[in-house]
């Protein structure tokens, strides 16, 4: 079965209504005989208060945030430590820019699994994050779903997509 493609558009998989996955991640599911999807996180944003509400929204899915950044350099040196699974890294941030920590980490490790979340979600900042290998782009603001979704989509996404 041919991989699941990440991206769609800006809003890659717009939930309404309860959390449901789309067909074809149930599909492949099935087809790969996957029991459930279960990640390490780690989320990195300036805001504590939008790290905060992300922690929220993932402690209702099967997934764990095992870690938080304030910050690229911060997030550079936990993902060496920590080897989380899918990393939430917001784009705009200072110091250290979400696209240039992006980079770093796709130095660091290419299979990396990332997924920016912006205010900032204008056609080239889409653009951007996917050429430097982001699996996912989340625009604020966002559906609880949707932070699921893109999680889990990530998740199933082969290295080759």
């Known amino acids: 079965m041919k991989p699941l493609s990440v991206f769609r558009h800006h809003f890659f998989y717009t939930v309404r209504g309860p959390a449901v996955l789309p067909a074809k991640v149930h599909d492949y599911i ?3 005989r996957i029991h459930s ?3 390490t996180i780690l989320i ?4 504590v208060y939008m790290r905060d509400l992300l922690k929220a ?3 209702r899915s099967p997934h764990t945030v095992i870690a938080e950044a304030a910050g690229g350099h911060d997030c550079i040196a936990m993902y060496r430590d920590k ?3 899918i990393v939430l890294l917001d784009n705009i941030m200072p110091e250290m820019k979400g ?3 992006l980079k770093a980490l796709m130095e660091i490790d290419p ?3 990332v997924i920016m979340i912006s205010a900032d979600h204008q056609d080239l900042s889409v653009q951007m994050a996917t050429r ?3 699996r996912g782009f989340i625009a604020k603001p966002f559906n609880p779903e949707t932070i699921i979704s893109e999680i889990d989509s990530a998740l199933l996404a082969t290295d080759s997509s």
Request: hydrophobic share 35%; net charge negative.
């Open 132 to 134: 430097y290998g982001a």
């Open 83 to 85: 080897k989380p699974d």
């Open 57 to 59: 929204i993932i402690s």
């Open 30 to 32: 099935r087809a790969n």
């Open 37 to 39: 999807l279960m990640a």
């Open 44 to 47: 990195t944003d300036d805001s």
């Open 99 to 101: 696209i240039e920590t």
């Open 111 to 113: 299979g990396a699994r």
